[in-house]
């Protein structure tokens, strides 16, 4: 009490430090629309007839649909699907760091249903992003009794959905920071990140990029190539940078060698000039094949006296 009244910060909560995270990200932003059973997590509309979320109980429904994700034992029985593009890289990267198994995009009819298909899945648990772009994989869930848990802004239809979490479904900045705070709970939660040590994952990992705003990035952090022709190293000299002292001053310069004469043929081999030293070379005659030395087995020779006859 007496830190609090002589005017030191109080160090915010857990709780508190992922409310004013979500207010950053425009999470408790709705609709000018609100469903029936989406007006128990209205706060209060505002004069432009936008209604406001309460992200009290936004949080305490993160942190039920945590508890639901770490009881399942194997991870890879969670899907993690949004059809949106603002929730594609989300939930790519969600799937990433706990381990469920992502469908970014178009959902294919019969997905959970069609044991023909070769994407059929069982999962036993669903998670999506916006009920309404996503209804055919909420369908089939009910069909196959798939517990479902989605992200509901105040216009959502809530029919087939088990855990509703009140949020804004349609900002890339919302989506991302939803998707960023229901890892960190299911890690925390298994153990993976220490109570009372912060994730080491950005929350911008989680937000969506346009492919032309990256491009650009790209192409601006790219190194500039050099360019080799402005240089003058490379370039050929313009004098004589050998100098005079090291071959001698004196020396004169080599004659020119003389042109081919015009109209020759490429079989006859060109005379040499004689005035310049290169005198034709005389052709040798050819020499006389050694004699053979007698090897004794020659036709008429005598055999060599051996003194045994």
Same mark, same amino acid.
């Given at each position: 009490?007496?830190?609090?009244?002589? +005017?030191?910060?109080?160090?915010?909560?857990?709780?508190?430090?992922?409310?004013?995270?979500?207010?950053?990200?425009?999470?408790?932003?709705?609709?000018?629309?609100?469903?029936?059973?989406?007006?128990?997590? /209205? %706060?209060?509309?505002?004069?432009?007839?936008?209604f406001i979320i309460n992200l009290g109980k936004t949080w305490e429904k993160l942190e039920l649909a945590a508890r639901v994700i770490v009881a399942i034992e194997n991870p890879q029985d969670i899907i993690v699907q949004s059809a949106r593009p603002y929730g594609q890289r989300a939930v790519l990267k969600f799937a990433q760091y706990t381990g469920a198994h992502a469908i970014a995009g178009r959902h294919t009819p019969g997905t959970f249903t069609n044991q023909l298909q070769t994407s059929f899945s069982e999962p036993r648990l669903l998670i999506l992003t916006d009920p309404r772009t996503d209804h055919q994989p909420i369908k089939e869930?009910?069909?196959?009794?798939?517990?479902?848990?989605? %992200?509901?802004?105040t216009d959502s239809p809530m029919r087939y959905v088990d855990i509703g979490i009140p949020a804004n479904n349609k900002g890339k900045q919302s989506i991302g920071c939803l998707f960023w705070l229901l890892a960190r709970m299911v890690l925390q939660m298994r153990g993976t990140i220490l109570p009372g040590h912060k994730w080491d994952v950005m929350v911008d990992l989680f937000f969506y990029r346009d492919p032309e705003e990256a491009k650009e990035l790209e192409e601006e952090e790219a190194? /500039?190539?050099?360019?080799?022709?402005? /240089?003058?190293?490379?370039?050929?000299?313009?004098?004589?940078? #050998?100098?005079?002292?090291? #071959?001698?001053?004196?020396?004169?310069?080599?004659?020119?060698?003389?042109?081919?004469?015009?109209?020759?043929? #490429?079989?006859?081999?060109?005379?040499?000039?004689?005035?310049? +030293? #290169?005198d034709p070379a005389a052709v040798p005659p050819p020499a006389a094949a050694p004699a053979a030395a007698p090897t004794g087995w020659d036709e008429g020779s005598a055999p060599a006296p051996t003194g045994w006859q």
């Open positions: 009490m007496a830190a609090a009244a002589g +005017g030191a910060p109080r160090a915010l909560s857990q709780r508190e430090q992922d409310i004013q995270m979500m207010l950053a990200a425009d999470v408790q932003l709705g609709t000018k629309n609100c469903d029936f059973q989406m007006e128990r997590y /209205v %706060f209060k509309r505002r004069s432009d007839g936008i869930s009910a069909l196959g009794n798939i517990p479902t848990i989605a %992200f509901c802004d190194p /500039v190539a050099p360019d080799y022709a402005a /240089v003058a190293d490379y370039g050929a000299p313009t004098t004589d940078t #050998w100098g005079n002292d090291q #071959w001698g001053a004196g020396e004169a310069p080599a004659a020119a060698l003389p042109a081919a004469p015009v109209g020759t043929e #490429w079989g006859t081999a060109p005379a040499p000039v004689a005035a310049e +030293g #290169w």
